[in-house]
């Protein structure tokens, strides 16, 4: 089966740094996808990472091991705007893109 | 560029009954695809095309729900008849045929089943 799995929630303070993880088992890899999703919104395209690495985007960074079938996303210098759900998703052979449910996270001042 | 256009943002509808979701893609993408989400879950793939034809439409429930991509253009997603349980945000998303490109998704219709 196909399956991946991170936290349903975590909480962080303004400011800080926090990071989000992503395992995934997938029959082929094509890539893994970071999207942000607001409530009541669409979710938007963060990051890609389809090598093993760290790919930096701003504030934000995403971190690929295919051996271990993890990732996750660094947020730093957090702000309020950043209260978010955070969905891990990956594409497999095939082009199918396939989901995790998402990881909302609080930041509190 | 414009982003993917869906129709309507909400919709009630008393069950039993048929509903329909619009969607237009981004200009030049040839990949569309439906999805459902559930509160507090992440998107549900029902049903991807490649132009106009639907090359994977392996978790749509073909008993009641129904998709078509005229053209290769627009998309229109129908459920007949309508069960509670499809109470959900209907999501269409669009994208370019290489790997690395991002779905990019509409605003997507609400359906609540009465």
């Known amino acids: 089966g196909q399956n991946i799995d991170q936290p349903t929630e975590m909480t962080a303070t303004e400011g800080a740094i926090v990071q989000i993880n992503c395992t995934y088992q997938t029959s082929g890899f094509n890539g893994l996808f970071w999207y942000q999703q607001h409530a009541g919104e669409a979710p938007t395209f963060l990051s890609y990472?389809?090598?093993?690495g760290l790919e930096e985007k701003g504030r934000f960074s995403s971190f690929l091991s295919r051996s271990k079938g993890y990732s996750y996303l660094l947020l730093k210098e957090l702000q309020m705007k950043d209260s978010a759900s955070y969905l891990c998703?990956?594409?497999?052979?095939?082009?199918?893109?396939?989901f995790g449910a998402g990881t909302r996270l609080f930041v509190k001042a | 560029e414009a982003g993917v256009v869906q129709s309507p943002r909400y919709k009630i509808i008393e069950k039993k009954q048929p509903v329909a979701f619009w969607c237009n893609p981004i200009s030049g993408h040839n990949t569309l695809y439906w999805y459902r989400q559930n509160l507090g879950q992440g998107p549900e793939l029902l049903i991807r095309y490649e132009n106009e034809e639907a090359v994977d439409d392996s978790q749509l429930p073909k008993d009641r729900f129904s998709a078509e991509r005229l053209k290769g253009v627009d998309s229109t997603l129908k459920i007949q008849p309508a069960e509670l349980g499809d109470s959900a945000v209907y999501l269409c998303?669009?994208?370019?045929?290489?790997?690395?490109?991002?779905?990019?998704f509409g605003n997507g219709t609400r359906l609540t089943v009465t």
């Open positions: 990472n389809v090598l093993d």
């Open positions: 998303a669009s994208s370019d045929r290489d790997t690395n490109s991002p779905l990019h």
């Open positions: 998703a990956v594409r497999t052979g095939g082009f199918k893109t396939i």
